[in-house]
């Protein structure tokens, strides 16, 4: 007949028992009793399904396109600042003029005096603008923040809103040129810092209202008068930067 035909069936089990472990089959037997030989409970076909309606994420309401009402609400309870301690410092000067000033927060002694851009800052701020015969009265004078952070810059999490907000402010009041004064207010306007933006006119692009249109606008990026105050150095660049505001804008 052949081969020897004895075999060891608790040898063989044990052997397809342990190829199955080293295949990655881990649980050799179900922790409950199974009736092999029953047949199969029938499959229960779905005819019909009923859906859920999931809540729907509010939706914001749009924000406002008139100068006032845009001023009043940024300064108001839906602002992103709203929950801060401090009062809000906003816009100052003429939003007519043809020059729109963006500055990141405001210092410490801004939130003293409720006057963006004062103290020494201020003094020298004030001084640039004679050295190109503007004051503050004809020019429109904005902070991306409204309320002083505690560690006295934005932080990223909340800087991608108020580069939001502030590029909604622009098209609302549509200046000839802008001033950005910082590296946050540079990001938000120019999509780069100081640094890079710096040394010639950048042109932005911004929405105006709900329309979907744009419009564009030349852009100016410098030097924060903080940062002259700490880098004298700097003040040589700042003045090109002045010159190149103004250039082909009447006085």
């Given at each position: 007949?052949?081969?020897?035909?004895?075999?060891?069936?608790?040898?063989?089990?044990?052997?397809?028992?342990?190829?199955?472990?080293?295949?990655?089959?881990?649980?050799?037997?179900?922790?409950?009793?199974?009736?092999?030989?029953a047949?199969?409970?029938?499959?229960?076909?779905?005819?019909?399904?009923?859906?859920?309606?999931e809540?729907?994420?509010?939706?914001?309401?749009?924000?406002?396109?008139?100068?006032?009402?845009?001023?009043?609400?940024?300064?108001?309870?839906?602002?992103?600042?709203?929950?801060?301690?401090?009062?809000?410092?906003?816009?100052?000067?003429?939003?007519?003029?043809?020059?729109?000033?963006?500055?990141?927060?405001?210092?410490?002694?801004?939130?003293?005096?409720?006057?963006?851009?004062?103290?020494?800052?201020?003094?020298?701020?004030?001084?640039?603008?004679?050295?190109?015969?503007?004051?503050?009265?004809?020019?429109?004078?904005?902070?991306?923040c409204?309320?002083?952070?505690?560690?006295g810059?934005?932080?990223?999490?909340?800087?991608?809103?108020?580069?939001?907000?502030?590029?909604?402010?622009?098209?609302?009041?549509?200046?000839?040129?802008?001033?950005v004064?910082?590296?946050?207010?540079?990001?938000?306007?120019?999509?780069?810092d100081?640094?890079?933006?710096?040394?010639?006119?950048?042109?932005?692009?911004?929405?105006?209202?709900?329309?979907?249109?744009?419009?564009?606008?030349?852009?100016?990026?410098?030097?924060?008068?903080?940062?002259?105050?700490?880098?004298?150095?700097?003040?040589?660049?700042?003045?090109?930067?002045?010159?190149?505001?103004?250039?082909?804008?009447?006085?």
């Amino acid at each position: 007949m052949g081969a020897d035909q004895n075999i060891d069936w608790q040898i063989a089990a044990a052997s397809v028992l342990e190829w199955w472990r080293d295949a990655g089959v881990d649980t050799l037997a179900d922790e409950a009793p199974r009736d092999w030989t029953a047949a199969p409970a029938p499959v229960v076909r779905e005819t019909k399904r009923h859906a859920v309606a999931e809540p729907s994420a509010p939706v914001a309401a749009p924000l406002p396109t008139a100068i006032d009402a845009y001023v009043a609400w940024r300064t108001g309870p839906e602002a992103p600042e709203a929950g801060w301690s401090g009062s809000p410092i906003f816009a100052s000067g003429d939003p007519q003029s043809d020059i729109m000033i963006v500055t990141d927060v405001p210092d410490r002694d801004d939130t003293e005096s409720g006057v963006v851009l004062s103290g020494a800052a201020g003094r020298l701020f004030d001084r640039m603008l004679a050295a190109i015969g503007r004051d503050r009265s004809s020019v429109y004078i904005v902070p991306m923040c409204t309320i002083r952070p505690v560690a006295g810059r934005i932080a990223p999490e909340i800087e991608q809103r108020l580069s939001q907000l502030i590029r909604h402010h622009v098209a609302i009041v549509e200046p000839k040129r802008l001033f950005v004064l910082g590296n946050a207010p540079s990001r938000a306007l120019t999509g780069a810092d100081v640094a890079r933006s710096r040394g010639s006119l950048q042109l932005v692009n911004v929405e105006v209202g709900q329309s979907g249109s744009t419009i564009a606008v030349e852009a100016v990026a410098s030097f924060h008068p903080r940062l002259l105050l700490e880098r004298p150095a700097e003040k040589a660049r700042a003045w090109k930067d002045l010159q190149m505001l103004i250039a082909g804008l009447g006085a």
